[in-house]
């Protein structure tokens, strides 16, 4: 069975901390609450003291006025009872007040940092994770570990020391019975251990089987139209139905494991319970003990049931947490390699002159025998210049657009914005002088206005609410995206993820707006133009054209019309730029450009009918180009 | 305000009459993950019964031993009684244990089986829902209701149920023997279930909104989420980091807040148990002490009605904890039933025909169609398409093409009229053979988690790995599979295996080859292609649309070429339709935009 988390979670075991360093982990969130976690353990802490002082009033009660048949004691005892049982109302009320809500503070806060700690990851680090592994730590861990801090480790620390106390009452009242009882609680003590061995095992597989899940559940949603395409609903729900059949297993072993220490904490009291009685009875019998003193270990032991019996939920809460501390520090202790300098520079006066020296990549994972995706890129890309790139599917072109803005680091080499290493500016000022659009159009819940204007932050100030207008409409006219208008509430309509749904060739002008309107000194453009037909991308590419004539642009081409807007294309061949020159230039020297750049022709069409399927051997002969030199003229227009 | 389905879920004052329909529809789906259970139900039942009864035994064995075991030994050295009292406690005891152990699995069992039956319901009802149910309600929301809804729920039937149910119990056998070993201390323990009931009345009634409003709070917190990690790239480029932290951490607060509340509430429910159980406790100290002295009570008694007494409570955090996740999971399974409530606006046929070979002719008879009803986007009209030819769509953004494809896949149905296949109307023909016949590749490639090869033979579940082979070859995608480190064994999300836009749409291409379908449709199938893997594809499709009908919606006019038939839309209608060479040779819209592709090529 596959799993979609990354490999490096399955930590060796002889590496695993144990769980009070895991848990201590989470100090540095808990530190600011501590005050009140501390305050409202006190508080339980008496809540239980007076609930153990309780027996100690019917024991005088007992052996005093009820074996003396005096009525007149029994009155101010009942009053002693209700005011230790009111205290205790009041002190688990103060408890409550205590803890509970810097617990929801702690939880947002973590949640908070979690959230930020992921938008800094790299996005290398989100290419492995599934986002529902993702999401399952920022909500049902997080929320796991709020209910442990308010609930968990206060009853946990407030319950061992209730017990503790509880025993050396015990003892008070009776050292035979007290030593029965801590005799008999020595198999707790080893189970315990036993089950801690067990149960952190299953809870960890329990809870990235549960982040499996959520991706699966996430992938039939974002993937439903090609499941519906291809009436592949039920067979999908096969292989989530396994999954989930494989989370049920272990849910299962994991109420085995619970259920194994349930069964020690009950039976322990209960023997403990009946070995006392003959015990109590033989004393008494003897005249070691008074009746009143038996009522009273009783009534003592009662006390102690519930702490005893509450301990196995609270050890498996605690090892679940440290299981869901464990999930969320793989994430916060993740390495980020592209972090801003420790002392940025600032490119001054920005031109927007674009330099990859030497340039090399490869994903991290990629095996060793595979030569690096860009093996030594060099390239130009002057001030005010459009720069079209070119080349095959899967030849790097969109990685290499995506090392300019740092979305991933060289592995080699440099790429240079006037002169400064990319590396060596602050990644918020790089992003500034460089905007982007993607392949896929993402857009944000949000409306028309705040998508087109995400890159200019500053005018969402109120005073700059003309010129916020301006440049939104130039740049959804520059897109060719008047169909705003059109929407039900205009450019103030919500769309993305929450809002309305727009076509993909609505959604790239939208996009393609927003990076316009950044107003970038550099503007690069994976593929801009694909959804778009051939009347709307012409009318695009005009208003285009009067964008770039000066600001630097790398725009990623598949088609020559897109080429057209270019004032050199550069050939992304093997790792490599090949070839840089003017459309014209390239189509008639180089073979492999026009392999790639020419489109079918119907001469072509007839010869490529001969040649083979399935190989991307076919290069075009000569033959078939039959007037270069004219078409490098229409290139120039 | 209707609330049928998920229309008002992101509210939180619903009227009496709302919520008590909300309650039931809750209650309806509960009952129906229930039914198949029953016999493990009462199984469990029997176990939890016994085994708490005898946990309650306990405080009565040691009454009767301190009574009757004590006096014996002493007067008589009688050591039956006493013998008996531990025998039995002893018994009771590891009896009892044993159960409760047997039952923690048993309900364990119930409750895996529960949200093993729900998931799977949810999973699937949201597959048969409508693209358009799935367009409004968004997928952030869809999820939330998968994750953390089952979530909720998943923690009352884990800690839950067990607390209500061995608490209950508890107290129902507790109530019990203490009546019959005192029916006056009985008494004073009903006085006491007074004040509880209206404690019980008041944490309901205040919680039950709040508890809604953390399932509408973490669901946004949810989508916000999601929304964030899908477009990480666009966030970074874009620099809205700093900004999606104040909107991210708004959402967290207003989840806090709302959590906070809830918890708020709890600190006064749970100190007032408490006080209610002491003071229960204190009255049948004073009324026992009083019969004791008189007479009327041993003393053994006594301790065994003040233990029952304040082991009666004993349980009851338990059950506002029980309370506390039967809230929220009430809140989840409302959103959830909700959900389910949804009737697909493209329901599958009662009594489906069957088509098991599909020749492929596509007619729309008077078909007009509308969103929502209103927004009409295709005006009436008619169209036929005879099995296997191939037509091509052409117009601009807008034009209705899409909508059209998407009334052939059954995406959506007509608002009127009909569309057919062989004859057949799609909305009477069987899904399984519908979606068999008919494959429509769409723009958005989506890939799934797993490998290549899975990926692939998505299209033909089964399918032997030559098939998947054959397929990719077909399309020209078995070149940079074979590139990538395991082959088709890739998995797309891992070990290199970053696929780009166009080679997802070389997967997709692979996938509705494999399928084989009569009809296949392909929506901007081809537009993040490369000229050279265009060429390829076309190359592919020439051979693979020779026999079967084909619907293609291109920008790129190469595409024309292989169609035998093209249709020019403009404003949802047809406005030209002819023989590529008959329309390219007239002065109609399609020759203009073909000449002016002509000028596009390099």
Known sequence: MRSTTPPDRQQPREHRAGTAATLAKIYPFVKPAMPRLVLGAVAALFAGLVSLVIPLVLQTLVDGPLSSRDGTQIVPAVILVLVLGAAEAVFIALRRWFVLTPGTHVEATMRNAFYAKLQDLPVAFHDRW????????????????????????????????????????????????????????????????????????????????????????????????????????????????????????????????????????????????????????????????????????????????????????????????RTAVDRLYEVLDADNAITDPDSPSTVEDARGRLVFDAVHFRYQDSPRQFPDLLNGVDLEVRPGETMALVGLTGSGKTTLTSLTTRLYDVTDGAVRLDGVDVRDLSREELRSHIAMAFEDATLFSA??????????????????????????????????????????????????????????????????????????????????????????????????????????????????????????????????????????????????????????????????????????????????????????????? | MSLEGVAGEERSDYTKEESRAIRQRSLRLLGSLLSPLKARLVLTAVVVVVSTGLQVAGPALIAFGIDQGLPALMKASDWFPLGAAVGGYLIAGIAGAVLIAQYTVLSARISQAILFDLRKRVYLHAQRLSLEFHETYTSGRIIARQTSDLDAIRELLDSGINGLVRGVLYMVFIAIALVSLDPFSGLVLAGALVPLWFLVRWFQKSSQNLFRRTRVASASVIVHFVESMTGIRAVKAFRKEKRNEKEFGGLVEEYRDANAKVIQLFGIFDPGLILIGNVTVAVVLLVGGFRVIGGGLEIGALLAVVLYTRRFFDPMEEMAMFYNSYQSAAAALEKISGVLEEEPSVPDPARPVRLPKASGAVRFDDVTFAYNGDRVVLPEFELDIPAGQTIALVGSTGAGKSTLAKLISRFYDPTKGSVSLDGVDLRQLDAQDLRRAIVMVTQEAYLFSGSVGENIALGKPGASFDEIRHAAQAVGAHEFIMSMPDGYDTDVNKRGGRVSAGQRQLVSFARAFLADPSVLILDEATASLDIPSERLVQEGLTTLLADRTAVIIAHRLSTVAIADRVLVMEHGRIVEDGSPEQLISGTGRFAQLHAAWRDSLV
């Open chain 1, 447 to 637: 409306s028309v206005r705040d998508n087109v204007l995400l890159g200019r932050p500053e005018l969402a100030h109120p005073e700059q609410a003309v010129e916020a207008e301006r440049v939104m409409r130039e740049a959804l006219e520059v897109a060719q995206a008047s169909f705003v208008d059109e929407l039900p509430e205009g450019v103030d309509t919500k769309v993305g993820e929450e809002g309305l749904s727009l076509s993909g060739g609505q959604r790239q002008r939208l996009a393609l707006a927003r990076a316009v309107a950044a107003r970038p000194e550099v503007l690069v453009l994976d593929d801009p133009l694909s959804a778009l037909d051939v009347d709307t991308e012409a009318r695009v590419e005009a208003g285009l054209r009067r964008v770039l004539s000066d600001t630097t642009a790398l725009i990623v081409a598949h088609r020559p019309s897109t080429v057209t807007l270019a004032d050199r294309v550069a050939l992304l061949e093997n790792g490599r730029v090949t070839d840089v020159g003017e459309h014209g230039e390239l189509l008639a020297r180089n073979e492999h450009y026009r392999f790639v750049i020419s489109s079918l022709d119907e001469e072509e069409e007839a010869r490529q009918k001969h040649t083979q399927t399935g190989t991307l051997d076919i290069i075009p002969d000569e033959g078939s180009f039959e007037r270069p030199a004219a078409w490098a003229e229409e290139g120039r227009e």
């Open chain 1, 130 to 321: 599934a986002s529902g592994q993702l999401l399952s730590r920022a909500m049902s861990d997080l929320g796991l570990i709020r209910r442990w801090l308010s609930f968990g480790i206060v009853l946990l620390v407030v319950n061992v020391v209730t017990i503790v106390v509880g025993f050396v009452v015990l003892f008070f009242w009776s050292w035979q019975l007290g030593l029965l009882f801590l005799i008999c609680s020595i198999p707790l003590w080893i189970y315990g251990y036993v089950f801690e061995q067990k149960y952190s095992v299953v809870a960890r597989r329990s809870q990235d089987q549960q982040g499996d899940l959520a991706t699966a559940v996430e992938e039939s949603v974002h993937g439903i139209r090609v499941l519906k395409a291809f009436g592949r609903g039920r067979h999908s729900l096969e292989k989530f139905a396994r999954q989930a059949e494989e989370l049920r297993g272990t849910e299962i072993e994991k109420a085995q494991a619970i259920a194994g220490i349930w069964l020690w904490l009950l039976l322990v009291p209960d023997v403990a319970f009946a070995l006392s009685l003959l015990g109590g009875v033989l004393l008494a019998a003897n005249d070691v003990l008074t009746v009143g003193q038996l009522f009273a270990f009783f009534a003592t032991a009662t006390v102690l049931r519930f702490p005893i019996e509450s301990i196995g939920f609270l050890l498996s809460m605690t090892f679940d947490t």
